[in-house]
């Protein structure tokens, strides 16, 4: 529960700083609820329809299950709706709830990504499908994975420049002293001991018709 309040507040604090970013108050944010750790959504439906001028976008922080069915409950009241969603989300499993429901559910989803498009062509997906392939024939490749293959990558390359005196101390030293890695992912990568995030870029897709995430800029 710590983990899910944590994300939510870290999406609204994002907004916000958009928000402000655009000389807009963020005092003009709505925020819906839904029970947490379910797919009851209606006291967030009733809140948007009840709204005399509703937004023309919504930022969901949310599991796939409960932004699935609100966009079900939500997509024929206000058919211009667009939906955007943290990479929390399950990228795949909300493209498939959404792609079951047919076609018009897919439209004006946005999922915003901490690793470029698995549709794309940087060096790193190039080698991350191949790997896939190779030992999970079959399988269909999707953000979580990637992100895993990004960060063994990260992890092995520190393994490299540790040498043969490894220690746990010497391995966090030298995932510490990471800077401007190139990974083939169009931006660099880098750690420090105040620093742990790696990756600072985020990624925008965007669902088509088919179900498919296509890669859109987000400036």
Same mark, same amino acid.
Request: glycine share 8%; proline share 4%.
């Given at each position: 529960?710590?983990?899910?309040?944590? &994300?939510?507040?870290?999406?609204?604090?994002?907004?916000?700083?958009?928000?402000?970013?655009?000389?807009? #108050?963020?005092?003009?944010?709505?925020?819906?609820?839904?029970?947490?750790?379910?797919?009851?959504? @209606?006291?967030?439906?009733?809140?948007?329809?009840?709204?005399?001028?509703?937004?023309?976008?919504?930022?969901?922080?949310?599991?796939?299950? #409960?932004?699935?069915?609100?966009? =079900?409950?939500?997509? @024929?009241?206000?058919?211009?709706?667009?939906?955007?969603?943290?990479?929390?989300?399950?990228?795949?499993?909300?493209?498939?709830?959404?792609?079951?429901?047919?076609?018009?559910?897919?439209?004006?989803?946005?999922?915003?990504? #901490?690793?470029?498009?698995?549709?794309?062509?940087?060096?790193?997906?190039?080698?991350?499908?191949? #790997?896939?392939?190779?030992?999970?024939?079959?399988?269909?490749? @999707?953000?979580?994975?990637?992100?895993?293959?990004?960060?063994?990558?990260?992890?092995?390359?520190? &393994?490299?420049?540790?040498?043969?005196?490894?220690?746990? =101390?010497?391995?966090?030293?030298?995932?510490?002293?990471?800077?401007?890695?190139?990974?083939?992912?169009?931006?660099?990568?880098?750690?420090?001991?105040?620093?742990?995030?790696?990756?600072?870029?985020?990624?925008?897709?965007?669902?088509?018709?088919?179900?498919?995430?296509?890669?859109?800029?987000?400036?």
């Amino acid at each position: 529960m710590f983990l899910m309040m944590h &994300l939510v507040r870290r999406g609204f604090s994002g907004v916000a700083k958009a928000f402000r970013s655009l000389g807009l #108050a963020d005092t003009s944010i709505v925020r819906f609820n839904y029970k947490r750790n379910t797919v009851d959504v @209606d006291e967030a439906v009733n809140q948007l329809r009840a709204m005399k001028n509703p937004p023309k976008a919504i930022v969901m922080v949310a599991t796939y299950r #409960a932004a699935a069915k609100f966009i =079900e409950k939500t997509r @024929d009241l206000f058919p211009g709706m667009i939906y955007t969603n943290m990479s929390i989300v399950g990228a795949t499993a909300l493209a498939q709830e959404l792609s079951l429901l047919g076609p018009r559910f897919t439209e004006n989803v946005i999922v915003t990504q #901490a690793v470029p498009a698995v549709s794309g062509y940087s060096n790193t997906v190039l080698e991350f499908k191949t #790997a896939l392939a190779a030992s999970s024939p079959g399988e269909v490749p @999707d953000y979580i994975s990637l992100e895993g293959f990004i960060a063994a990558n990260l992890l092995i390359d520190a &393994l490299k420049r540790c040498g043969p005196q490894l220690d746990t =101390e010497r391995l966090v030293e030298t995932l510490e002293s990471s800077r401007k890695l190139d990974m083939g992912l169009g931006v660099s990568l880098g750690l420090s001991r105040g620093d742990h995030q790696a990756l600072h870029k985020v990624w925008g897709t965007q669902l088509d018709k088919s179900g498919s995430y296509q890669p859109i800029e987000l400036e």
